[in-house]
């Protein structure tokens, strides 16, 4: 396994490749790796001749007081991860590397990123497609492996792909869950043993609104969303950013429950903790 | 030669191309070529084994009440003209293949793109990096030539390809001229005979800059910027826009002229026809 730094230097490295007639798959990933991130690695391992991580925190889709200074960080774990998971090659790049000083170039998505969690952090998905522009660009990628846990950034991520034509096929890992139900994060690291307790709610609330669809057949958005909120509601440290019913292919709000197209997406704090989830009837 | 009208087929012939080791020159355009694009696919033959022209009138790059609908076209004229100086292929999309209905991401520089034109036309560069991020994805070149009469364009572009770290080189031409010095320009159709000779008027207030300043040697922007400006408001029909001495790198007002720096850019109105021109020192 090849632990590089530069983009010059991995560009050269995948065209190389790409001109052998390989196959890329690429993790990009903001590192402090778990179970969701190697799901996806092994994802790529099963359809790609040669698997590149990312391993980099992007300042640009962080907004201003959150998290960007005290998000977790282990590189040496991170590699030896990537190393047990057949990783060919690493790329960890400092700042100035994507983001010169004189840089100006910003990717925006100005349809399916407005709502949700466009709306609660508003400069959030100009960074994420900023920066998943120029390591599309850096990696070369065949394949790029997102995970369904962050379900606008997979519509907005397609729909970057599509309209500026990548040549990229974006493949979508299922979210990762610990044996209690809670959605696997970077984040959770933050949680002491009371707020991971209140945690557990959020996917409480999803499966709650799964037997209301299933069991009880109804595909009333409102009442849906009211039962799921309920369940949020039963914490001291936990606060509803939003709960949000809607296409998962283009993140519209629906106006009826739709199985296999609508998507229940929530967005919490536990404390100062941000945590999202979403699952599709 | 061979036309093709999809995006799809034109990337799998170039990525096809690039497999197989072969550098691919691209030449974008709007159409109805004039001598500085011949120049540019002649220069583009002379280093790649492949040249690809694209012939599309992009519509972002076009303000409101702009000259989008008129702009001049002639598609057998340009294919005859590509045929005979050796073009390779001919990608000529339509709307809908470079923009469906739902497209919703755009490329945006805020800095070089910012004064001048992106003054005078405020969506102009934001359309014209859009559509060269496409364009580039597309047609995966090796090198993309650019002709130095859109000066700011060129240092937009560059800094997009630099920023989003696209593998790619950005060759520039030089201006090409009419034998009296009116630098070749699609909107040249526009004008009459009596507007013509008005338009050489740039022409010549960039030559009365020169002298200034190989001459007489002087390095003084605003005396320079004057002088050129008196030759300008010698015609009936033209209207200075704007007329700048900037670092040619970086687009940035100069305070003194350095040679092989800075760029004397003029953009005027004859009539309705807006021209631009520039003059590097």
């Known amino acids: 396994m090849k632990v590089i730094h530069t983009a010059r230097e991995t560009q050269t490295k995948v065209l190389a490749f790409k001109r052998a007639g390989k196959k890329?798959?690429?993790?990009?990933?903001?590192?402090?790796?778990?179970?969701?991130?190697?799901?996806?690695?092994?994802?790529?391992?099963?359809?790609?001749?040669?698997v590149l991580v990312s391993i980099y925190v992007n300042p640009t889709q962080f907004g201003a007081g959150e998290d960007f200074n005290k998000y977790p960080r282990d590189l040496q774990r991170d590699l030896d991860l990537c190393m047990a998971h057949g990783v060919d090659l690493v790329f960890v790049p400092n700042n100035l590397e994507i983001y010169p000083d004189d840089s100006s170039t910003y990717v925006v998505e100005e349809e399916v990123g407005n709502g949700m969690c466009g709306n609660s952090r508003p400069t959030h998905f100009k960074g994420v497609t900023t920066v998943c522009a120029k390591l599309f660009n850096i990696c070369q990628p065949t394949f790029v492996a997102l995970g369904q846990k962050d379900a606008q950034q997979v519509v907005v991520l397609k729909r970057m792909v599509r309209d500026?034509?990548?040549?990229?096929?974006?493949?979508?890992?299922?979210?990762?869950?610990?044996?209690?139900?809670?959605?696997?994060?970077?984040?959770?690291?933050?949680?002491?043993?009371?707020?991971?307790?209140?945690?557990?709610?959020?996917?409480?609330?999803?499966?709650?609104?799964?037997?209301?669809?299933?069991?009880?057949?109804?595909n009333h958005v409102e009442r849906v969303k009211a039962e799921a909120l309920q369940v949020l509601t039963g914490g001291s440290h936990l606060r509803v950013n939003y709960i949000e019913i809607v296409n998962r292919e283009t993140m519209s709000p629906e106006s009826e429950i739709v199985r296999g197209r609508s998507l229940l997406a929530v967005a919490v704090w536990i404390d100062q903790v941000r945590l999202i989830d979403n699952f599709c009837f």
Do not use: C, W
Request: glycine letters at 8%.
């Open 24 to 50: 890329v798959g690429f993790v990009p990933t903001m590192g402090f790796l778990h179970e969701g991130h190697l799901s996806l690695v092994d994802l790529m391992r099963t359809i790609s001749d040669v």
């Open 164 to 218: 500026l034509h990548f040549p990229i096929e974006i493949v979508v890992g299922p979210i990762i869950r610990e044996k209690d139900g809670l959605a696997m994060s970077s984040r959770n690291a933050y949680l002491d043993a009371k707020q991971r307790k209140e945690a557990l709610l959020i996917y409480q609330s999803l499966q709650t609104a799964r037997k209301l669809v299933e069991k009880n057949g109804t």
